[in-house]
């Protein structure tokens, strides 16, 4: 029996990469504002802006066994120069439009279901020019141990925090050879992350070969977080 697995976001970058592998044996339903890349994946599109409107307004399934929330934002800017207004987006786009949608289909999830969030390695590694994402993505990570730990054992919720990955989100720093490059030497496999790296590991988290990994926060980041091999 196929699962309904619904993505936030799922017309670029990972979202998009998930919506193509997860469509092979399941019903996806992909909620976001464009369906511009949509045409040649077997997946059900809903109109949705998830900064103004409430998914339970939306077409959805009656019952889901798979959730992810892609949409997010890169910010990086010195604090000092850094306006209120840059923190309050970043908080509203990553953090509260997902507490928001989960709020709104939390009691549609299956026993066994699995939701996916994402955050970002620079969270439990402190990054110069990374404040507000930091904070909107670290809220994240909160939230997702304990929603985990309130929902188990009937859901499972993980958090993937990449290192830079190549997407159109990130496309303004790594607009050139020489900034690919650098970008590469940072991390210990000597290459950014593309979209498939993390989309895989999502799909692992929705599948039921996962059924024992639940409040994690699962670093996809070519082993920056953790190894420094230019010492």
């Keep these: 029996m196929k699962k309904n697995i619904l993505l936030i976001g799922g017309?670029?970058?990972i979202g998009l990469e998930m919506a193509k592998m997860l469509s092979k044996e399941n019903e996806v339903f992909i909620a976001s504002r464009s369906n511009e890349h949509l045409s040649n994946i077997d997946a059900t599109h809903i109109p949705f802006d998830a900064l103004n409107?409430?998914?339970?307004?939306?077409?959805?399934?009656?019952?889901?066994d798979g959730f992810v929330y892609c949409p997010g934002s890169i910010n990086l800017k010195p604090f000092k120069t850094m306006g209120i207004d840059t923190i309050q987006n970043d908080m509203e786009i990553n953090f509260i439009a997902l507490a928001r949608t989960v709020k709104s289909i939390i009691n549609r999830m299956n026993e066994g279901s699995s939701m996916v969030f994402f955050s970002t390695v620079a969270v439990a590694t402190g990054m110069p020019f990374h404040t507000s994402v930091s904070a909107a993505k670290g809220a994240i990570e909160g939230f997702a141990r304990?929603?985990?730990?309130?929902?188990?054992p009937k859901i499972?919720?993980?958090?993937?925090?990449?290192s830079l990955v190549d997407t159109p989100l990130s496309e303004r720093l790594l607009n050139n050879d020489k900034k690919?490059?650098?970008?590469?030497?940072?991390?210990?496999?000597?290459?950014v992350g593309?979209?498939?790296?993390?989309?895989?590991?999502?799909?692992?988290?929705?599948?039921?070969?996962?059924?024992?990994i639940t409040g994690q926060v699962i670093g996809v980041d070519g082993g920056v977080s953790s190894l420094?091999?230019?010492s």
């Design 146 to 152: 304990a929603l985990a730990a309130e929902y188990a």
């Design 194 to 212: 593309n979209a498939v790296d993390i989309a895989n590991m999502a799909t692992f988290l929705l599948s039921s070969d996962n059924s024992w």
């Design 53 to 64: 409107e409430d998914i339970s307004d939306k077409a959805i399934p009656e019952t889901l």
């Design 156 to 162: 499972r919720v993980n958090v993937i925090a990449p």
């Design 228 to 230: 420094n091999v230019n």
């Design 11 to 13: 017309s670029y970058g």
């Design 180 to 191: 690919k490059e650098m970008m590469s030497e940072r991390h210990p496999m000597k290459r």
